[in-house]
């Protein structure tokens, strides 16, 4: 148990009984993914005419809810995504964070919710890790997996955004995403389903959004392919992003491509920090639309030579191959391309503070 007491304002409620340190030891020489969870949880209630209140870090467990709370019934629900680190010296440290909090409201208000003030997010994430800070793995990209969310805690089966709701953060030890480095992932594209459509919700980070894309992901699975990518709902022609990470193209002229913001696609924060450094490297960089038969052309005539995935939990991941209905092409040599590593070296190195944070990007926790 870490002696750390996380700062005000949250009230520190110690797990009596965490985890044993030698059964800690022995589940954090394997973490995987989401699945080993910490000793420790944040809780913040929120209630109309009282604003947010009760702010505690205490011991993880299940809540309790009533079954006709709102989020059971109309799904109200944000959540959020980032990784505490070790530096190379040693220091704890978010990536971002204010990127985070500020999504998390844009998010909030996209589903008729309260926004939470951005230094209890960021204060949130930074007493969960201090108080769980025993759980941080001591194996090669190992991290703590922060899941920020907010549900709507409402009792009442009426239509209309809940009057209650909670914010709860918890946490993960986390290994490498994918054991053996990133392998390139094989792509199925969705032919009945959508993702998002122009309106919709596809630009807020919604529990709602992943259950749609579900069915298509797990088709694709069935189908012998890792993830599946969707096309944009209108036209079934624009390539949008997969289930959960952004989408990047790379040019034989060392240019990149990927689609813009323009309220179907999630504004991930890896993209925006890619796109960031790819710009400083002085790489032409193109936010437009690409169409899945232009994708198809290009990676045939060599034109286009890697295309790549992003996000927070496995960063940046290759794409290998995109297979549609009546066709399947194979991108570059079908393993990860040089930009593709290059930029995942050059963020990762950033994150772990091995590469100077010339954007004030890294948060230090201590
Ligand atoms: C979270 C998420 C991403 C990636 O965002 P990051 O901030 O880079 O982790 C991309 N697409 C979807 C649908 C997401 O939910």
Same mark, same amino acid.
């Given at each position: 148990m870490s002696a750390l007491s996380p700062s005000a304002p949250f009230t520190f409620e110690p797990n009596a009984n965490p985890v044993p340190e030698a059964e800690r030891m022995a589940r954090l020489k394997d973490p995987g993914? @989401?699945?080993?969870?910490?000793d420790h949880m944040v809780i913040v209630r929120y209630s109309e005419g009282k @604003?947010?209140?009760?702010a505690k870090v205490t011991a993880r467990g299940p809540i309790s809810l009533d079954p006709a709370a709102a989020v059971l019934h109309y799904a109200q629900e944000i959540f959020e995504g980032l990784k505490a680190y070790r530096l190379s010296d040693g220091a704890m440290a978010l990536f971002r964070p204010q990127a985070n909090a500020r999504r998390f409201n844009a998010s909030a208000n996209r589903m008729a919710m309260p926004e939470l003030p951005e230094d209890m997010f960021i204060e949130s994430c930074r007493a969960l890790v201090k108080a769980d800070a025993?759980?941080?793995?001591? %194996?090669? @990209?190992g991290s703590i997996y922060l899941r920020p969310f907010m549900i709507a805690n409402e009792t009442f089966l009426g239509v209309k955004p809940s009057g209650d709701y909670l914010y709860i953060v918890i946490a993960a030890a986390t290994g490498n995403y994918f054991k053996s480095g990133a392998p390139a992932v094989k792509l199925l594209v969705?032919? /009945?389903?959508?993702r998002a459509a122009p309106g919709g919700t596809g630009a807020a980070k919604c529990g709602g959004n992943y259950a749609a894309s579900l069915r298509a992901q797990s088709q694709a699975i069935a189908r012998g392919f890792d993830q599946v990518v969707f096309l944009d $709902? $209108?036209?079934?022609?624009y390539v949008e992003e997969l289930g959960g990470m952004n989408l990047f193209f790379v040019f034989d002229d060392g240019s990149l491509q990927t689609p813009p913001l /323009? @309220?179907? %696609?999630l504004p991930g924060i890896t993209r925006d920090s890619l796109l960031t450094l790819a710009r400083e490297e002085g790489l032409a960089v193109r936010e437009e639309r690409y169409a899945i038969d232009q994708w198809r052309a290009d990676a045939q005539s060599g034109r286009l030579v890697e295309t790549f995935a992003c996000g927070t939990a496995a960063v940046v991941t290759p794409v290998a191959s995109v297979t549609g209905k009546d066709f399947s092409f194979t991108i570059g040599s079908g393993g990860p391309g040089q930009a593709t590593q290059r930029l995942k070296q050059r963020l990762v190195d950033i994150q772990r503070g091995t590469a100077a944070d010339i954007h004030g990007w890294v948060m230090r926790l201590d």
């Open positions: 993914f @989401g699945k080993t969870f910490t @604003g947010w209140h009760d025993d759980w941080f793995p001591d %194996i090669d @990209g969705a032919e /009945d389903d959508t $709902a $209108a036209e079934r022609r /323009d @309220g179907t %696609i």
